[in-house]
């Protein structure tokens, strides 16, 4: 089964800051990455996804990931944190075989903005 | 394209009852997964339904059923409700076989008391 890390629960930027929020995979086989985010109260907004060869993925929000197999990581990047990007975030995975449907979730990254 | 809509929003039941939450998937999408949000467990895939079949499915008791219907609508069951049945219950949906984005409704919070 897939599994998805995601260090640092909480992250706290100012505001202006570059935001940085880690997930690595864990698979032989490259899968399908995903970036979600969860406002209170709501449910998971996709942010971006990485489905091909091109690694660099840019979402929506000014946020983008790379993939990096060597290293087997998807982390989020935002060069400037704005207040409205205060939420928890979610690395996702999924199989590109059997298990297709069925997204293996990091236990999320909660993202506090500062003035 | 409305999104992805669940009834109730939220729901509060006693120990020992059942209940049936409700999800309507994206226009055209046929696949409809499943999960629960706990603080402790985090987001727990249920299962997934293709074409009105069972595809996958996660390691939760036999109490917790789903299905789907012609329409793609898809609904789930929990019977005789236990304190840590609990949570956020998330409906997804996606377009095809062969596609892997999911797209989430906003969410049934079920209370057990």
């Known amino acids: 089964a897939q599994s998805v890390t995601q260090l640092g629960s909480h992250v706290?930027?100012?505001?202006?800051?570059?935001?940085?929020l880690r997930c690595n995979y864990s698979s032989s086989v490259p899968p399908y990455l995903f970036w979600y985010v969860q406002y209170p109260n709501q449910g998971?907004?996709?942010?971006l996804k990485y489905t091909s060869a091109a690694t660099l993925v840019k979402g929506i929000n000014g946020f983008e990931a790379e993939f990096k197999k060597s290293e087997t990581s998807f982390h989020l990047t935002k060069p400037s944190a704005h207040m409205s990007d205060a939420a928890e975030y979610f690395c996702a995975v999924t199989d590109r075989g059997s298990t297709l449907g069925?997204?293996?979730?990091?236990?999320?990254?909660?993202?506090?903005v500062w003035p | 394209k409305a999104g992805v809509t669940q009834t109730p929003r939220y729901?509060?039941?006693?120990?020992?009852?059942?209940v049936t939450l409700s999800c309507s998937p994206i226009s055209g999408h046929r696949s409809v997964s499943w999960y629960q949000q706990t603080p402790g467990q985090g987001l727990q895939f249920l299962f997934e339904y293709f074409s009105?079949?069972?595809?996958?499915?996660?390691?939760?008791?036999?109490r917790f059923s789903g299905r789907q219907f012609s329409n793609s609508r898809s609904e789930m069951n929990v019977s005789t409700l236990e304190l840590g049945d609990s949570a956020l219950y998330l409906c997804a949906s996606s377009s095809s076989g062969s596609s892997y984005e999911q797209y989430?409704?906003?969410?049934?919070?079920?209370?057990?008391?």
Do not use: C, M
């Open chain 2, 104 to 113: 989430f409704g906003p969410g049934t919070r079920l209370t057990v008391t």
């Open chain 1, 12 to 20: 706290s930027v100012s505001e202006g800051a570059l935001v940085l």
């Open chain 2, 52 to 62: 009105e079949t069972q595809r996958n499915k996660g390691n939760f008791p036999g």
């Open chain 2, 11 to 18: 729901l509060i039941k006693t120990r020992g009852q059942q």
């Open chain 1, 44 to 47: 998971l907004q996709l942010l």
């Open chain 1, 102 to 112: 069925r997204l293996y979730f990091g236990r999320g990254t909660q993202l506090t």
